[in-house]
């Protein structure tokens, strides 16, 4: 097998695994805030994917205010869900999960009352591909991958640099002791919520031309999600794009040697044998 | 020990529930409404024995595919090996349990979150094999097709749905007075103490994997029981039966009617199903209005619809102590 084969097929692994990379952030950043495991978090990627629709590919408005669009509107529909809901579950893996699967519920029939339940398409804002040494791959994707790779910076630029994120940090490690220390963790988790539903939101849009929009387009997504921060370890976000990084190294490699459903028989393997030899995770505090 | 009348409501209970199973066919001969009792009394031996499981402490996602596992081992012997149904429904609970005792010793060594995530990865890896791998064995994406329906005992044919029905009923009842019968012994009192404070009871002297690992094995062989059931009377078998959404059905239903009585999964799965099949009619707002019940409930319910009676006890006797005792703040 030559080298630019498999120079390719990580390519095309890694460039999707970013997209979901954006995904498994929000859902571990919720689940190192709140304790929750929130199933409904791909129905958040569907809404953005349905802003996404309507904005660039209905009303014929920039892209770029289309995705901005979608972060904004996602983020608030986050923030309101923790505020009306999961505020009162903290804590409570099996009642949280429940809820969320009500939300789930909820978001989908709400979709398919509005937009119906046939897939939309969603034109592409970029055309045209780039070639390097025998390696091919589409502007499209390629700006996919930049524009994920630039919100994860600027996630932890937010999380490393600012006081609202220190703030939510010290949140995650300890909710208590950073309410006696004065963070207000009503408002840091109401924020971290919308902050982890706002990129779920964000690589929905920015999938949406790859893919087509349905309300049930949610459900891979957070799938690849849970493999992503179970390698990587929950609560931990440079294990999420660490876990990322690997499951698409598995998915683009794999897809080379294996059927589809051996590689995503794979991907659980993989889960089944981090979560038995390192339950927190690769990089998941101990 | 639980005091005496705890051992004889429950019996009481069981007795009712068995009345209530036996008079519904005398009541109604329509196969609609005995379909539909035939999938509850199904859901209720599914529910009973998840909640069993879930009474140690944990929810085990995998459930559904032990179900799998005993519906596929059922059908299979009976397609491919032509035995009797009534041989292969105790083969397929068996298989089922055997496949628990490795995968519930792997899955028990992890706690909370990380258990549910470990075994809904197991339950994908199942579904994923149903759907996909030895396709020539397990029919693939197309599932099996023309499993025999179970074969005539005693001179009675197991053909209509009211024969059906009676031997579903058969079955649960049976797993039902094994778990009634379980909640008040030294396991109820183990498992409770187990979810109440595992390292406590740990250092009391309870060996708390191997209660864990009891309720995991005797559940999966439950579930089994269903499956080997539900192959040999919908006669078709299909990987997406046992995937995430019949699962989180039976989740719904447990913890909707509440996980801290063993009657909590009764309430939830027959007030559930019935309120779904009402609901049929509403197509998109069915899963609207059910998603919203849903959350209702876990935000205004969390101990589930089984604790109702107890909160408006609680509510009565509160007013009633403030009425006897005005000017004396009550504490709760």
Redesign the interface.
């Known amino acids: 097998m030559s080298l630019s084969l498999l120079v390719q097929a990580l390519l095309n692994g890694f460039g999707l695994a970013m997209a979901y990379v954006l995904v498994a952030l929000g859902l571990t950043l919720i689940?190192s805030i709140l304790e929750i495991?929130n199933f409904a978090h791909g129905e958040f990627y569907m809404v953005g994917g349905f802003v996404a629709y309507l904005a660039f590919g209905v009303w014929g408005l920039p892209y770029l205010v289309a995705l901005l669009g979608a972060i904004i509107c996602v983020a608030a529909a986050g923030v309101i869900a923790e505020r009306l809901?999961f505020r009162?579950?903290r804590g409570?893996?099996?009642?949280a999960?429940?809820?969320s699967?009500?939300?789930?519920?909820?978001m989908?029939?709400?979709a398919?009352?509005v937009f119906g339940v046939q897939d939309k398409s969603v034109p592409s804002p970029f055309s045209g591909i780039v070639r390097f040494s025998g390696v091919v791959i589409s502007v499209e994707r390629l700006a996919v991958t930049l524009a994920a790779a630039a919100l994860i910076v600027a996630l932890y630029a937010f999380l490393e640099h600012t006081r609202t994120g220190r703030a939510m940090r010290a949140t995650a490690q300890d909710a208590d002791a950073a309410a006696l220390l004065g963070v207000n963790i009503e408002a840091v988790s109401a924020l971290g919520f919308g902050v982890g539903c706002g990129l779920a939101g964000a690589s929905g849009a920015l999938l949406a031309p790859l893919f087509s929009v349905s309300p049930s387009m949610g459900a891979l997504p957070v799938?690849k999600a849970?493999i992503i921060i179970?390698i990587g370890g929950?609560g931990s976000l440079p294990g999420a794009v660490l876990g990322g990084l690997l499951l698409g190294a598995l998915e683009g490699v794999g897809t080379l040697f294996f059927?589809s459903?051996?590689v995503?028989?794979l991907g659980?393997?993989m889960?089944?044998a981090v979560?038995?030899l390192r339950?927190r995770g690769l990089l998941g505090g101990t | 020990m639980a005091p005496r009348h705890a051992a004889i409501s429950p019996l009481l209970a069981l007795g009712l529930l068995a009345l209530a199973g036996v008079i519904l066919p005398l009541v109604t001969g329509d196969s609609y409404y005995l379909d539909v009792a035939t999938t509850i009394v199904m859901n209720l031996l599914l529910t009973m024995s998840l909640r069993m499981q879930?009474s140690t402490g944990q929810?085990n996602m995998a459930h559904i595919s032990f179900m799998g596992i005993g519906a596929y081992t059922s059908a299979l012997l009976a397609m491919r090996a032509g035995l009797s149904f009534w041989l292969t429904l105790w083969v397929g609970a068996l298989v089922a349990a055997a496949f628990a005792v490795p995968i519930g010793a792997?899955a028990l060594?992890?706690t909370?979150?990380?258990y549910?995530?470990?075994t809904?990865?197991?339950s994908?890896?199942a579904r994923?094999?149903f759907?996909?791998?030895f396709v020539g064995l397990l029919g693939g994406p197309s599932g099996l097709v023309e499993i025999p329906p179970p074969g005539p005992l005693l001179s009675v044919a197991f053909t209509g749905k009211l024969e059906l029905y009676c031997l579903m009923l058969g079955l649960f009842l049976l797993g039902a007075a094994i778990l009634v019968r379980l909640e008040y012994s030294r396991f109820g009192l183990a498992a409770g103490a187990i979810r109440q404070g595992e390292l406590l009871s740990a250092t009391l002297g309870v060996d708390v994997l191997r209660y864990k690992l009891t309720a995991f094995v005797l559940g999966s062989a439950m579930a089994g029981i269903a499956g080997a059931f539900f192959a040999h009377s919908h006669r078709v078998l299909h990987s997406s039966d046992f995937g995430l959404e019949p699962m989180?059905q039976l989740?719904?239903f447990t913890?909707?009617g509440g996980?801290g009585s063993i009657w909590g999964p009764v309430i939830g799965t027959v007030l559930m199903t019935v309120a779904s099949e009402l609901m049929r009619e509403l197509r998109?707002?069915?899963?609207?209005v059910?998603?919203?019940?849903?959350?209702l409930t876990?935000?205004f319910l969390?101990d589930g619809l089984v604790s109702v009676p107890s909160r408006l006890v609680r509510a009565l006797a509160r007013t009633r102590a403030r009425r006897g005792a005005i000017g004396v703040d009550v504490a709760t």
Do not use: D
């Open positions: 689940f495991i809901v009162h579950l409570k893996t099996l009642n999960f429940i809820v699967l009500g939300l789930l519920w909820v989908q029939a709400a398919q009352l799938v849970f179970i929950m059927s459903a051996a995503n028989l659980f393997l889960v089944i979560l038995l339950p | 879930i929810l792997i060594r992890l909370g979150p990380y549910f995530l470990i809904f990865a197991f994908e890896v994923l094999i759907n996909n791998f989180v989740v719904i913890v909707i996980v998109h707002y069915e899963t609207l059910f998603g919203l019940v849903l959350i876990m935000l969390p």
